[in-house]
């Protein structure tokens, strides 16, 4: 069956500009999961969201990141005046729900911000 | 919340040799403990996990041990191939409150596996 899918795979941005990045998690997983991966670095928790509930931003950088999942499926991360320092790979991940262990991640989106 | 440290960070073996990666993990209440592998270019994949209420869990050449006491767990992987050249994340589940359901990741362990 089809896996959690990413677009797009590669984002090349200049500095100062938005950026949004898309999630599709597997059908019927209610968790999403939105993580960061700098180079040689591990992941980074970033949001996730869960059914209806509000989601949990603890892991947040900046107030130039959010994310917003509509109807209960697609999930975009929006990152607003990019800098340098946000390239990264950014991973996404889902579950079948917040007691569902296995969390299932995509290909990840490879940004890079000059 | 939850703290996950991992060791070693880079890990070279010659093939059909073992391969050992350690972790620990600091809230007695986190009860699920995967492992996942990550190529080069791609996300992570789960290869084997381990609940709290498990000491050992084996799948071919794969196995992870769990010590609860000592809040450890470990993935050994034997008869290495090259192909088992990544990096290998482990990483726990929280378990109570505002971390329930989260994964704490481990950063990482860069297994290079020679010919």
């Known amino acids: 069956g089809a896996g959690v899918s990413q677009s797009p795979s590669n984002k090349v941005t200049e500095k100062g500009k938005d950026v949004e990045l898309r999630c599709d998690p597997i059908s019927g997983h209610t968790a999403l999961y939105w993580y960061r991966q700098s180079l040689g670095q591990g992941l980074e928790f970033l949001i996730y969201f869960q059914g209806n509930s509000a989601p949990d931003k603890s892991g947040l950088p900046s107030d130039r990141f959010s994310a917003e999942r509509t109807g209960g499926s697609v999930s975009t991360l929006t990152i607003q005046r990019t800098q340098q320092e946000d390239s990264a790979v950014y991973l996404c991940?889902?579950?079948?729900?917040?007691?569902?262990?296995?969390?299932?991640f995509g290909p990840g989106t490879r940004l890079l911000v000059l | 919340g939850e703290n996950v440290e991992q060791h070693p960070s880079t890990l070279s073996v010659q093939e059909g040799d073992s391969a050992v990666i350690k972790c620990t993990y600091s809230d007695s209440a986190s009860n699920y403990f995967p492992w996942y592998k990550q190529e080069l270019g791609k996300g992570p994949q789960l290869i084997i996990d381990i609940r709290s209420n498990v000491g050992e869990k084996k799948d071919q050449r794969i196995a992870v041990t769990l010590n609860k006491t000592a809040k450890h767990f470990s993935l050994h992987i034997t008869e290495t191939q090259p192909e088992d050249s990544a990096v290998y994340f482990c990483?726990?589940?929280?378990?109570?409150?505002?971390?329930?359901?989260?994964?704490?990741f481990g950063r990482g362990t860069q297994l290079t596996v020679w010919p």
């Open positions: 991940a889902s579950s079948l729900d917040q007691g569902g262990e296995t969390q299932y």
């Open positions: 990483a726990a589940r929280g378990g109570r409150g505002s971390t329930l359901g989260r994964l704490y």
